[in-house]
């Protein structure tokens, strides 16, 4: 898509475009190009309008409804926020007292949208000027447009003495090719700008990827892994008097999509700590705890043990042993049948004694392939189990499990 047909379908006869390119697209592309062209729909704006739906259908994942009015790019969609995480963090933005907040590369706007809603004036600043009239066409198709506002520019000359908060999610992916950047100092923003906002405006807040080496946490920065519904999404450093604890682990429950409303509530657990104490280690107990990531990243494995009594078997290796089975959002608790040295042949006896054909493998320690091992496995029965490779004090070892309920 480029400005003229955005402009285009942000008419009243685009909107009608956009709405009888969602009614004739799912099927076959080709079909759905004829469909609009034979309707009178010239074919550039015919495709960017079946584009903008096959976006939005994309969309529903990270944004719920609201996905069905927003204006999207392929690369502006992968780089997008998720709602429920957008949501939580402008609700502590906002509870932090932040009133007027900068985006610096808003991208399409996810986190602005948020914390719009929640109260706080944003100015977004977006170097791309297609991605910055898409945030600010989604800025109005949210009825958000008197309080978040956009501009096209450079947000390392954006003057940011009119805010008491700044936000900024720099680009991790290369402009081009999508390619995933791991070097936070090829970001961009740069990294050093963006780790000297914090100097300016000290309520700053950076969105960074999952996998930030620890090194390069700012000092007295908060640093907050997130996952949701299991899934690790990302990190962010909330600086200056934001930063409540060193590390913070947030754990995100969205389950399935209810409505618009419902989007932004999903059940959130927090566990925070130091992010520098050792778990004790102990022997292999009768109850598996297999961390959140989010928990592993933020080094709150330790903190986590405490609260279910549990220990870990090898030092360097993030699974928890305990005697008892605790419900936790923080880990999913396995109960341990059998511990096997490993050893393929005394494993696939034992599967077919128990009468075993499916296996979940986990893994963590090991340079086992699963799907290698499932395959020399050779399983045939009807039972179920979970496997678990593993050391334990330094030795190849599996365990086998079955799930606790709840
Ligand atoms: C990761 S995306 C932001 C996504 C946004 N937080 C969201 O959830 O929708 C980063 C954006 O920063 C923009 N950007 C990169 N460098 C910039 C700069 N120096 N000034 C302004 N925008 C910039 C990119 O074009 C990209 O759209």
């Not at 305990?322 to 608790?333: E, G, N, S």
């Amino acid at each position: 898509m480029d400005l003229e047909q955005l402009a285009a379908l942000r008419t009243p006869e685009g909107s009608a475009v956009l709405d009888a390119a969602a009614r004739v697209a799912g099927g076959d592309p080709l079909t759905a190009a004829a469909a609009l062209r034979s309707a009178g729909v010239p074919a550039g704006l015919g495709a960017a309008a079946l584009t903008q739906t096959e976006l939005r259908r994309r969309a529903v994942g990270k944004f719920g409804p609201a996905a069905a009015g927003m204006f999207l790019t392929r690369a502006g969609l992968e780089q997008a926020t998720r709602g429920v995480v957008a949501a939580r963090r402008a609700a502590r933005l906002h509870a932090a007292g932040v009133t007027r907040l900068a985006d610096l590369g808003c991208g399409l706007g996810a986190d602005a949208l948020a914390a719009a809603r929640a109260g706080i004036r944003v100015h977004g600043v977006e170097a791309d000027p297609l991605t910055a009239a898409l945030a600010a066409a989604n800025a109005e198709a949210a009825g958000l447009a008197e309080v978040f506002t956009v501009e096209c520019g450079d947000a390392t000359a954006f003057d940011l003495s009119t805010v008491d908060g700044v936000f900024c999610d720099p680009a991790r992916r290369r402009a081009g090719s999508g390619r995933r950047i791991f070097d936070p100092n090829s970001y961009s923003p740069p990294w050093d700008f963006v780790t000297a906002l914090a100097e300016r405006v000290p309520r700053t807040v950076v969105k960074v990827a999952p996998g930030l080496d620890h090194a390069l946490i700012p000092a007295g920065a908060e640093a907050e892994w997130v996952s949701v519904d299991g899934d690790l999404v990302e990190a962010a450093l909330w600086c200056g008097p934001l930063a409540e604890v060193p590390r913070r682990a947030t754990v995100l429950k969205e389950g399935p999509l209810l409505n618009a409303s419902g989007r932004g509530r999903a059940p959130c657990y927090q566990l925070t700590g130091s992010g520098d104490v050792e778990a004790t280690v102990g022997p292999v107990r009768r109850y598996l705890y297999d961390p959140d990531p989010a928990v592993v990243r933020a080094h709150l494995v330790a903190e986590l043990a405490d609260q279910l009594g549990a220990t870990i078997a090898d030092p360097s290796i993030a699974y928890l042993y305990a005697d008892t089975p605790t419900a936790t959002p923080f880990a999913r608790c396995l109960e341990i049948t059998d511990v096997l040295a490993f050893s393929l042949k005394r494993l696939r006896a034992l599967l077919r004694e128990r009468g075993v054909g499916r296996v979940e493998i986990l893994k963590r320690g090991s340079a086992l392939e699963p799907e290698k091992l499932r395959r020399d496995l050779r399983l045939s029965g009807t039972g179920a189990a979970s496997l678990v490779l593993t050391r334990v004090a330094g030795a190849p070892t599996v365990l086998v499990c079955r799930p606790v309920d709840g």
